[in-house]
């Protein structure tokens, strides 16, 4: 029998994450329960879901745009590993100078899929020659 890639155990207050179109990167997370965020503060929303998918896969929280460009609510952290079985959390942060209130049922982040890298890294650095970035670091490339 084959395994779902992708599959989630949704307690009570939970809501299985949903694709808003058919071609939607990220998956709208749901508030398990409402709450306010306080201008320049963060709190931890609960989502009432728990997960499991593919090794060699990872789970990215990331901001609704919406969210962010017209309430300054940001996802802090937001690494889910295949290997983590517990409740999934997201962190919000407030930059807005307005509190937010978001009921229960509030689609308060998404989460993308993609594949990472599970390897073992090696300490054995060759230096292979120069590159055309070379050393540069931010802003090396260009405005």
């Known amino acids: 029998m084959n395994h779902p890639f992708l ?19 990220g998956l709208d997370l749901y508030a398990a329960s409402g709450g306010y965020v306080l201008p320049g503060h963060r709190i931890t929303v609960d989502l009432d879901i728990k997960s499991s998918f593919a090794r060699g896969w990872v789970a990215l929280i990331r901001d609704r745009s ?4 017209k309430n300054g609510i940001h996802v802090l952290a937001g690494v889910i590993d295949s290997d983590y079985r517990g409740e999934w959390l997201v962190v919000l942060l407030n930059t807005s100078k307005e509190g937010w209130h978001f009921s229960q049922g509030a689609r308060v982040a ?25 050393a540069g670091g931010f802003g090396s490339t260009g405005s």
Not at 12 to 21: C, H, K, S, V, W
Not at 66 to 69: D, F, T
Request: glycine share 14%; proline share 6%; hydrophobic share 35%.
């Open 7 to 25: 599959t989630f155990e949704v307690g009570e207050n939970g809501i299985l994450p949903t694709r808003g179109t058919l071609d939607a990167a």
């Open 110 to 134: 998404q989460v993308v899929l993609t594949p990472c890298y599970v390897g073992t890294p090696a300490e054995n650095f060759v230096y292979d020659g120069t590159t055309q970035r070379g």
């Open 66 to 69: 919406g969210l962010a460009a």
